[in-house]
Structure formats: structure tokens, C-alpha cells
């Protein structure tokens, strides 16, 4: 850093907030230290690690809604983030995926009333994640899904917990009608 911006850092120590410096470099002062939060475009500093999982449906949303924004203000982001985000979005749309339905049956807001309603099962964070994502209508599926599932829950637990992911989730679409010959294909060894 060089002694200007050193002697203008230390000056702005007594105000807490982001300050935009000289080469796209942006300082945050707080606590009395400077840290780099972002420089030089690319390069950056993670403040906070895992400080949040997210499920597929609040990456999809916040991307939809990135690129709805986007488009609204007549502008692009940077390339690559066209690109990855048009990706992302592919991949969430691409069927089987649970995100591939049209009209999606299921939003943001339905995941805390899944979590409460999975609460008497004692399933992990983790596995929480998994059945959003996964939205698991079978017992193969949610076996899948959950560690020691036939250790853990009596088959009736099982249905009720596949019952539960279906009435607030929705169910899962069948599969399209090319899906069953590449599996006799695979099953006839051809």
C-alpha cells in the first residue's frame, strides 16, 4: 500500500464503513482494521465462511431474480456471470431436477413449513438440505437422502415423512417417456 493511502486509511479509522480507494480497491474499516475485501476485479477475501447453507430453490430464486433485475435496468453483469448464472439456471431447469417443473410447486417460504413439520423425526440440517433439494417421493429415494433411514424410522415413519415431503413440495413429476428405453438398454447390457 502505498504511504497516501496508508495516511488516508489511518485518517478515516474513527468512521467504520467501506471506502472506495484508488485501482478498484475497496477497504473495510471496522474495529480499527483494514481489510481487503475486494481487489483488482477477481481477486477476493471470504470474510465469513460458511455462514449460511443455501437450498437449490434459494439459489434458483436469487438468481431468477438477479437476472429479472438485470434485465430490468437494460444492463449486463460481467461475462462470466452471464454465463455461470445461465448455467446454473440450465442445470436447476434441466429435468429430472426437482427445480424442472413449470410452474415450480413449491417456493422459498415452504421450506420452514417442511422444517417444522420434519421437526418429530429428528433429521439432521443436513439431511433437511438434501430432502429440499432432492424432494425424495419414494422410500429408494429418501433412503438416499437419510443416514440409517431403516435404523432410524419405522416404514410407517417412512411414509409419513414421504407424505409430509409430497403435501408441502409437491410431488415429483413422472419421468418422460425416452427414460425407459435407455434403461432396458442398460439392463440388456446393449
Avoid at 478498484?24 to 465469513?48: C, H, P, Q
Wanted: aromatic share 8%; with cysteine; hydrophobic share 35%.
Amino acid at each position: 500500500m502505498s504511504p497516501s493511502v496508508a495516511t488516508w486509511c489511518h485518517q478515516k479509522l474513527q468512521r467504520p464503513g467501506t471506502f472506495n480507494i484508488a485501482n478498484n480497491i475497496i477497504y473495510t474499516i471496522s474495529l480499527g482494521e483494514v481489510t481487503t475485501v475486494f481487489y483488482a476485479v477477481f481477486k477476493m477475501r471470504i470474510l465469513e465462511a460458511q455462514n449460511a447453507v443455501l437450498t437449490n430453490v434459494e439459489v434458483y430464486k436469487f438468481l431468477s431474480d438477479q437476472a429479472k433485475q438485470y434485465q430490468s435496468q437494460k444492463r449486463r453483469g460481467p461475462g462470466n456471470l452471464e454465463m455461470l448464472r445461465g448455467e446454473v439456471l440450465k442445470y436447476f431447469e434441466t429435468f429430472p431436477g426437482p427445480l424442472s417443473q413449470k410452474p415450480l410447486p413449491y417456493d422459498v417460504a415452504s421450506i420452514p413449513v417442511l422444517l417444522q413439520k420434519l421437526r418429530p423425526y429428528n433429521i439432521t440440517k443436513g439431511e433437511c438440505i438434501m430432502v429440499v433439494n432432492l424432494r425424495p417421493t419414494t422410500s429408494a429415494a429418501l433412503n438416499a437422502v437419510l443416514e440409517d433411514m431403516e435404523g432410524r424410522f419405522s416404514e410407517q415413519q417412512q411414509e409419513e415423512i414421504i407424505n409430509i415431503v409430497v403435501e408441502v413440495l409437491g410431488e415429483f413429476p413422472p419421468s418422460g417417456e425416452g427414460d425407459g428405453d435407455a434403461m432396458e438398454t442398460t439392463e440388456n447390457g446393449r
